[in-house]
């Protein structure tokens, strides 16, 4: 009789969500793993991976490459090292946990009403994002649709108002005016300047001189009735336009929100959740009513803006060794205490503003954010977290 554990009696490790987070976790611990004992689910409400940081561009640029670079289908290839063969793949969005007591296992429930059991569960589900990047869930071919719409939407659009002056806003209307140079573009904001104030003054208004050299009207301090700014697609503008809150007449003919991200968190109890639906944690990233849940990236209650860089190289470590070390496969946890803030907005292919929040704040321009980030887009990066190459 062979002594190889099944699936069955192995521990079983379930890591909700395969962003940047969820797949940078998968592979952090798939080389420290003991195979004999431990196997992984990834469970995703969408059956391939989103490129979010490339998916502004995906949305106006018709480059068919991109296309192919930014969507990943998850598979066998997405589970290596010591998950090769040693893990599964489940396609479902989960709508509620059945927490174990006493730092038992669980059960996620899926919407199509599968259960999918867990030792260890890992959540790591980002946000969910305004219309133009509310990526369907069903099938690839429906994300395909739905940037093939979007595209087919700015093409036509003779006036576009971008609802939200964040960097969503600021990125989208660099994107705009790469593909379409003398098309008028609007973001309005409300806020006094773009941005939040998680930056200086100077970041915000240098960001701002950037992109209204580009040909964009910025209107701060401003905003159109939050019922218009909520989702209103080309076909239903109003014929007279809007009157902003400051007696502004705007007639465009296309509204994107481009504001209003959220934690998606709506599958778990209230009590665990702080008021803006963020996941309440311990520093160790473990849930404090719950030793054998983990939460990361976009989800946490963590006072830091959110982002790609900190849910995979400041999150992702650390919740690796907690978990090996809730395996006892490390001897100590580590603890969280923030990292530093930095980020770097791009605008269009060739330019871009970058912040760092070391010293007295650090501003670098152009050449360094068009190297770093605005010419690809990082998107060279992505096979080594999907294991999957673009045909
Ligand atoms: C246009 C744009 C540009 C960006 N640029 C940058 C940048 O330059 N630098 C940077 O640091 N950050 C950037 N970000 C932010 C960055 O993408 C996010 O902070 C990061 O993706 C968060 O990682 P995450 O793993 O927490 O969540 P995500 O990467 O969002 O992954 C969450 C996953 O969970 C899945 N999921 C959600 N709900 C469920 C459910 N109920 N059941 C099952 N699966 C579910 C989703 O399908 C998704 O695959 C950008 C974001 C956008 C939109």
């Known amino acids: 009789m062979s002594s190889k554990k099944t699936d069955r009696e192995k521990t079983v490790i379930v890591i909700v969500g395969g962003g940047i987070g969820g797949l940078a976790l998968l592979n952090a611990l798939s080389a420290s793993i003991n195979p004999e004992k431990h196997t992984v689910v ?11 940081i490339s998916s502004l561009r995906l949305i106006v640029s018709d480059a068919d490459d991109l296309l192919k670079q930014a969507v990943h289908p998850y598979g066998d290839h997405t589970f290596r090292n010591k998950f090769a063969g040693n893990g599964s793949f489940v396609h479902g969005s989960v709508t509620s946990v059945k927490f174990g007591d006493g730092g038992k296992g669980g059960q996620l429930i899926l919407d199509s009403g599968e259960m ?3 030792d260890i569960l890992v959540l790591a589900t980002g946000s969910s ?7 369907p869930t069903e099938s690839k071919s429906a994300i395909e ?5 979007r595209r087919a939407e700015f093409a036509e659009a003779k006036d576009i108002l971008l609802v939200g002056g964040g960097s969503v806003g600021i990125e989208l209307a660099g994107e705009l005016k790469d593909i379409f140079p003398s098309k008028p573009i609007t973001i309005i904001q409300r806020e006094r300047l773009l941005l939040n104030n998680t930056y200086p003054d100077k970041y915000r208004i240098a960001i701002q001189k950037q992109i209204e050299a580009r040909g964009v009207t910025v209107l701060t301090s401003d905003a159109i009735p939050a019922s218009d700014a909520s989702d209103v697609s080309a076909s239903q503008v109003p014929k007279d336009g809007f009157v902003t809150e400051q007696g502004k007449k705007l007639k465009p003919d296309l509204v994107v929100p481009t504001w209003g991200n959220r934690p998606n968190t709506s599958y778990l109890p ?5 008021s803006t639906g963020h996941v309440k944690i311990l520093p160790t990233f473990q849930l404090p009513t719950h030793q054998n849940v983990f939460a990361f990236g976009d989800i946490i209650e963590w006072k830091e803006q959110k982002g790609a860089a900190k849910a995979a190289f400041f999150h992702t470590p650390k919740v690796a060794k907690n978990i090996m070390a809730y395996l006892n496969l490390a001897e100590s946890s580590a603890k969280y205490s923030g990292s530093m803030e930095m980020i770097m907005i791009t605008n269009g292919k060739a330019r871009g503003l970058a912040y760092f929040d070391i010293l007295w704040g650090i501003i670098l321009g152009g050449w360094f954010v068009t190297l770093l980030k605005a010419k690809t887009l990082m998107i060279g990066r992505i096979p080594s977290q999907t294991g999957y190459t673009p045909k």
Not at 44 to 51: F, G, L, T, V
């Open 116 to 118: 999918v059991g867990y």
């Open 145 to 149: 649709n739905h940037i093939m719409a």
């Open 129 to 135: 994002w305004p219309r133009p990047l509310g990526f």
């Open 270 to 274: 209230t009590d665990l959740l702080s």
């Open 42 to 52: 990834l469970v995703d409400a969408r059956p391939a991976h989103m490129h979010l």
